[in-house]
C-alpha cells in the first residue's frame, strides 16, 4: 500500500507563497496607510506562511497517512482489552483511549490503541471483550482505524 500524499510538494509551496507574499504586502500597506486591522492581517498570513511552509510536508503526511489506513488499511476482527478516557470531550462525550488485541492476516498477534470519540448512551460498547472491526496498516501495524463494535447476539428468553 502506497500512501499518496493529500497535497502536491508544489501546491504546499505555491500556498506558503501566496500566504507570505499576502502578508508582505498587507504589512506594506499597514505601514503606508496607518491601518491596524491590515497590520493584524499580515502578520497572521506571515505566520500562516510560515507554518506552512515549514509543517506543510508533515501534516500532509499525517494526514496521508490516517487516510491510507482507514480507507486501505487490512480489514481484521479484534477484541477490546482495555478502555480508558483520554480526559478530552468532544459534544460532551468522552474520548476513549481503546486498546485492541487483533491478529493480522499472517497471523501475529498484536496490540494497538485507537482514540475515539464514544457517545455516553455507548460506552458499554467498548468494554474489555467485545469484538470490534477495525482495519490496520500493514506497513506500520500500530496504526489502526476503528470500523465498527460488533453488536452482541440476540438473546432470546428461555421458555
Not at 18 to 23: K, P
Not at 55 to 82: K, L, N, P, W
Not at 124 to 149: C, F, T
Amino acid at each position: 500500500m502506497v500512501a499518496a500524499s493529500a497535497m502536491p510538494s508544489f501546491a504546499r509551496y505555491l500556498v506558503a507563497l501566496v500566504l507570505l507574499g499576502g502578508g508582505a504586502l498587507l504589512w506594506y500597506l499597514a505601514e503606508t496607510r496607518h491601518s491596524e486591522l491590515l497590520f493584524v492581517l499580515g502578520a497572521f498570513a506571515l505566520c500562516f506562511g510560515f507554518v506552512a511552509m515549514a509543517f506543510g510536508g508533515m501534516i500532509s503526511g499525517v494526514i496521508a497517512s490516517v487516510r491510507a489506513t482507514r480507507f486501505e488499511g487490512i480489514r481484521a476482527t479484534g477484541r477490546v482489552v482495555s478502555s480508558r478516557s483520554t480526559g478530552v470531550f468532544v459534544n460532551n462525550h468522552p474520548m476513549l483511549s481503546i486498546t485492541i488485541a487483533f491478529e493480522t492476516r499472517e497471523g501475529v498477534r498484536h496490540e494497538s490503541v485507537a482514540r475515539c470519540v464514544v457517545p455516553l448512551h455507548q460506552l458499554s460498547r467498548v468494554e474489555p471483550g467485545r469484538e470490534v472491526v477495525l482495519k490496520y496498516n500493514p506497513a506500520n501495524i500500530a496504526q489502526i482505524a476503528l470500523l465498527e463494535v460488533v453488536q452482541p447476539e440476540a438473546r432470546t428468553p428461555a421458555p
